[in-house]
């Protein structure tokens, strides 16, 4: 069965920085694609940044020049690497990723990590 671990989440001050990463595990698997999702509370869940096959990426307006997403196809990790942040990046962060598995292809969620950014 698939695993998806996130890390790296926490308290930081407004312009400071941290990576997140999502680690997958189980094998059997390789990559389509990778997202990474956030959500405030009491705000829907909104797409920060994706990157598909073929190396395309894409990001939400407010992060661009700010976030960069990565992989590391070695470890099976998808970064989210978060500079000069702003208290309004504060919130649950979620990894998705598509993976085929076998002949299979699906989505598997991170279970998330928390944000907190304070002015």
């Known amino acids: 069965q698939v695993q998806v671990v996130e890390s790296g989440g926490g308290l930081v001050q407004a312009g400071g920085s941290l990576r997140l990463s999502c680690a997958a595990s189980g094998g059997g698997f390789v990559f389509n694609g990778m997202a990474w999702y956030r959500q405030a509370p009491g705000k829907q869940r909104e797409l920060v940044a994706i990157l598909v096959h073929g190396g395309m990426v894409n990001y939400l307006d407010s992060v661009k020049g700010r976030f960069t997403i990565s992989r590391d196809n070695a470890k099976n990790t998808v970064y989210l690497q978060m500079n000069n942040l702003k208290p309004e990046d504060t919130g649950a962060y979620y990894c998705?990723?598509?993976?085929?598995?076998?002949?299979?292809?699906?989505?598997?969620w991170g279970q998330g990590t928390q944000v907190t950014v304070s002015a």
């Open positions: 998705n990723l598509d993976l085929s598995i076998g002949a299979r292809r699906g989505e598997f």
